[in-house]
């Protein structure tokens, strides 16, 4: 049975042989059927010998099948189903799945890239921030000696300052008393001599004037009598009272006018209206 059916397998005629029988049966010879085809003898002659693989995709080759059964006027369906099937096309699915990897491993890598750019950064710049902001410890050391010096020399400096004030004070104290002994003693004096000098001596005396200051709080103080002397200079301490005659008009500075009480022949005199925290230039008695 299976010799058989061998033998009839055998015994059937190939694509090739078929177009060859027609033609051979058509007394057409290769060159007259291969001109209106624009095919060569060689392709005729491959075609024949079922050798497709030499002349192109099996879609050439069943094009060149139906115009050879045309000009022989053959029908073509029946050799064309004796045609193996063209080969499916393969899937790329594996080739999709590689590119897809590659992309994401390219992706992977330029997250990677970033991630430790962005890290290099905040640790270059920490670094740079602790570098620039660092302070060696002896430079620390001698910036407090030296701020401990200034401190010292300005605390040192300061008592000779007030008692070089003091001083001032106590010369303008004596200055003052000195010439109010000696305006006493040269009143008696007059008195003693004549009574017509007893009389301008009494009108002298009516002309002057007496000032007294009491510091509420510390402020310097400078005045001019009516003849151009100085009978007061120097900073007076809070709770001192002074006391000072002399020719009127006087000449007065005050450093802080609202912290002195003054009164002017037992008259208190308003200074409220000089401007604060600034000196107070101005003349006694006020000028109404």
């Known amino acids: 049975m299976n010799e058989e059916n061998t033998q ?3 015994e059937q005629p190939t694509v090739g042989q078929i177009l060859k029988n027609h033609r051979e049966q058509a007394n057409v010879s290769i060159a007259t059927i291969a001109a209106p085809l624009k095919l060569s003898e060689l392709q005729i002659k491959r075609l024949e010998n079922d050798e497709f693989a030499l002349l192109g995709p099996i879609t050439f080759v069943k094009g060149y099948i139906k115009n050879y059964c045309r000009e ?33 491993e390219a992706s992977d890598s330029r997250l990677m890239f970033f991630s430790y750019l962005i890290l290099a950064i ?13 302070t060696p410890i002896e430079e620390q ?4 000696n030296v701020a401990n010096s200034i401190m010292s020399e300005r605390q040192a400096a ?7 004030q003091q001083q001032a004070e106590i010369n303008d104290e004596s200055l003052l008393e000195s ?37 509420n709080g510390e402020s310097w103080v400078e005045i001019y009598d009516g003849e151009g002397e100085k009978i007061a200079f120097g900073v007076k ?32 005199v308003d200074v409220s209206a000089f401007p604060k925290n600034r000196l107070a230039k101005f003349t006694l008695p006020l000028a109404e």
Do not use: C
Not at 239 to 265: E, R
């Open 8 to 10: 009839t397998q055998s």
């Open 72 to 104: 022989l006027k053959v029908d073509s369906a029946p050799i064309l189903a004796m045609m193996p099937a063209p080969p499916e096309p393969t899937k790329p699915a594996n080739m999709q799945s590689f590119s897809r990897r590659t992309e994401k």
């Open 122 to 134: 905040v640790i270059g710049s920490s670094a740079l921030w602790f570098w620039q902001n660092a």
């Open 141 to 144: 050391t001698s910036k407090i």
């Open 158 to 164: 300061q008592p000779s300052i007030l008692q070089q």
């Open 179 to 215: 010439k109010d002994t000696l305006e006493t003693s040269t009143s008696s004096e007059a008195v003693t001599e004549t009574a017509p000098i007893t009389s301008n001596n009494a009108s002298q005396e009516d002309a002057s004037s007496t000032i007294v200051m009491n510091f």
């Open 237 to 268: 301490k809070a709770g001192y009272i002074m006391t000072i005659s002399g020719t009127p008009p006087f000449s007065v500075v005050l450093g802080k006018h609202d912290a002195v009480d003054i009164t002017l022949n037992g008259e208190p």
